[in-house]
């Protein structure tokens, strides 16, 4: 009897290790989809689309908090983290650039209302 009870006490505590594990090789390949959908659609990519990949990320990182990785599956977690940051602010940049350049495309205008309603002030 007790060899039976150890036996399945093993194949618990066996069966629980596995789990972890393929949580946190689930969760890093999940991250690496997100990743690899920056980089092959995030010029394309709405607000929409950014706010659900934005939420999907959130909802992993939470998975992420309750697992126990390797050193190995550490540092690619790292990696593709730090990938996925770099991925998001380029992009951000670019969408700061394109504002700013509709910017100082329509200043000459923005300019010349400001003049306009000062002088309109003055009359």
Do not use: R
């Not at 789990?19 to 607000?47: N, R």
């Amino acid at each position: 009897m007790k060899k039976i009870t150890l036996l399945i006490l093993t194949g618990i505590l066996f069966s629980a290790i596995t789990s972890c594990q393929s949580k946190e090789e689930s969760v890093i390949s999940k991250l690496q989809a997100i990743s690899e959908q920056i980089e092959e659609k995030g010029d394309t990519m709405t607000d929409e689309d950014w706010n659900k990949l934005e939420k999907k990320h959130d909802e992993l990182m939470k998975i992420v908090e309750t697992c126990t990785f390797t050193d190995e599956q550490e540092e690619q977690l790292y990696k593709i983290e730090s990938k996925i940051a770099t991925q998001s602010i380029k992009q951000k940049g670019k969408d700061i650039g394109k504002s700013i350049k509709n910017l100082l495309k329509n200043s000459k205008g923005i300019v010349e209302g400001i003049k306009e309603g000062l002088m309109d002030d003055e009359e």
